[in-house]
């Protein structure tokens, strides 16, 4: 079965500092992932997704995330941390013929 | 382009009354899904419909939870009677099509969602 495993359920920086974000998965064959945003009262929004064309995947806002076969890994990372970053950010994992299955969230706070 | 809409935004009600949530997606896309977010947990899928078929319904609780999608776009979800561990923010998303493996899936744009509150 599909899953993600957020390792961190919370995680503070500060600005100008960079963001680590991370992310194991479990998948019986090469799988696609992605990562959500959610900013409090909005919608999801969709940062970036892993689907076999590289390993290094840019996203939107100077967000990337690196695919690590070896490591089941798909972290999050960001140079340098904004204050509009602060959100919730979802792992995901999406396979044939089923919608996406969420990991349980990280919580990012950004103070100045 | 408009995006996903849903209403109401907010509801509470109370313990075994009944409530709906209305769901319009992006014009165009054959698929539709209900999630639930619990607090402090990532969403949950409900039931994905591909224009007004049912695709994946084995995590909806079908003695309390209804959903439909007429004509194969707006659709609406409905918890009868509630409970209180039905607190939640339920969300619907919306994608061009159907992922059937390989190449890249379509992507998935959510509502606002609807928060609901049982008392």
């Known amino acids: 079965a599909q899953s993600v495993t957020q390792l961190d359920s919370h995680v503070s920086v500060s600005e100008g500092t960079p963001v680590l974000l991370r992310c194991n998965y479990s998948s019986s064959y090469s799988p696609s992932l992605f990562w959500y945003v959610q900013h409090p009262n909005k919608g999801l929004q969709l940062l970036l997704k892993y689907t076999s064309a590289a390993t290094l995947v840019k996203g939107i806002n100077g967000f990337e995330a690196e695919f690590k076969k070896s490591e089941t890994s798909f972290h999050l990372t960001k140079p340098s941390a904004h204050m509009s970053d602060a959100a919730e950010y979802f792992c995901?994992?999406?396979?044939?013929?089923?919608?996406?299955?969420f990991g349980k969230g990280t919580t990012l706070s950004v103070s100045s | 382009e408009a995006g996903v809409a849903q209403s109401p935004r907010y509801k509470i009600i109370e313990k075994r009354q009944s409530v709906a949530f209305w769901c319009n997606p992006i014009s165009g896309h054959a698929t539709l899904y209900w999630y639930q977010q619990i607090l402090g947990q990532g969403p949950k899928l409900l039931i994905q419909?591909?224009?007004?078929?049912?695709?994946?319904d084995s995590q909806l609780p079908k003695d309390r939870f209804s959903a439909e999608r007429l004509k194969g776009v707006d659709s609406t979800l409905k918890i009868q009677p509630a409970k209180l561990e039905d607190s939640a923010v339920y969300l619907c998303?919306?994608?061009?099509?159907?992922?059937?493996?390989?190449?890249?899936?379509?992507?998935?744009?959510f509502g606002p969602g609807t928060r609901l509150t049982v008392l």
């Open positions: 998303a919306s994608s061009l099509d159907f992922y059937v493996g390989g190449g890249v899936p379509p992507a998935q744009y």
């Open positions: 995901v994992v999406s396979r044939a013929g089923t919608a996406l299955i």
């Open positions: 419909f591909q224009n007004n078929g049912v695709v994946d």
